[in-house]
């Protein structure tokens, strides 16, 4: 016998296992961009949003933005140790986490300073790590839970010049398979996404490089929408059995 499927039963499926009501989820580096709009599309699936980022007036903008309510919009500097530790304890219980917040560190290795680096790693790959390490010694992570780190091709590839960058992306990398097998016995899962470039206002300041870039890109340059979208499936009961997966967004430019 067929069974017809309708239309209401097939959205209501899809919101079953691809929503995020009751949910609360933190998102990082949510004041524009790629973080941003991750918050949009996570409040619009159901979630219950804390958003965090530096400038307290975009941050405003983006919680104003925000389907639902009791959104909360936390402004701190993930870099400063105190500070970090703080944000942790205030930001309540969380099902999910999409570590966002970063910055893009290109120059030659033979031009890097000390200080240069240590900015890099600092933001890239210190404060995410730091500031889940905290949220999980204070237990603000519930079982089932799901963390997202925004790592980057250039983690996997060579180019010429994002060295500090590409280093600091990796490291996430690194430390991703070894923190997915010790959350695993908590119910907890992590996975990394790997994007290629992402049509945000910082990549298209210098017109011509985007527009020659593009063209390395079979599927095109990504969208901050098309990198919120694959977070939610991260974050959502579609994936409780996907855990320290390195996930690449590259739109076939590896294979040009």
């Not at 089932?144 to 010429?160: K, P």
């Not at 470039?197 to 990549?203: R, S």
């Amino acid at each position: 016998m067929n069974t017809v499927v309708t239309l209401d039963a097939a959205l209501s499926a899809a919101k079953r296992i691809f929503g995020l009501e009751g949910k609360t989820v933190l998102v990082t580096g949510a004041s524009k961009g790629i973080g941003q709009e991750v918050a949009k599309q996570c409040a619009a699936a159901g979630a219950q949003m804390v958003i965090a980022g530096r400038d307290a007036e975009r941050l405003e903008e983006t919680l104003a933005s925000l389907e639902g309510t009791g959104h909360r919009a936390l402004v701190a500097d993930l870099t400063d140790v105190a500070a970090r530790k703080q944000f942790a304890a205030d930001c309540g219980l969380l099902d999910g986490v999409v570590h966002s917040a970063g910055i893009r560190g290109l120059a030659p290795m033979k031009m890097v300073s000390d200080a240069f680096l240590t900015q890099v790693m600092e933001t890239n790959y210190v404060a995410p790590m730091m500031l889940t390490r905290h949220l999980l010694a204070k237990g603000q992570i519930r079982a089932g839970g799901s963390l997202v780190f925004l790592s980057s091709i250039a983690a996997l590839t060579g180019t010429v010049g994002v060295g500090p960058y590409a280093g600091s992306k990796a490291a996430l990398v690194g430390t991703l398979r070894p923190l997915a097998l010790e959350l695993a016995k908590r119910g907890i899962r992590a996975n990394a996404l790997c994007p290629g470039l992402v049509e945000t206002t910082l990549i298209t300041e210098d017109k011509d490089w985007f527009e020659e870039s593009r063209k390395r890109y079979p599927l095109g340059i990504g969208l901050p929408a098309d990198v919120a979208q694959a977070c939610l499936y991260f974050l959502s009961g579609a994936s409780t059995k996907v855990t320290g997966a390195v996930f690449s967004m590259d739109g076939g430019v590896e294979f040009v």
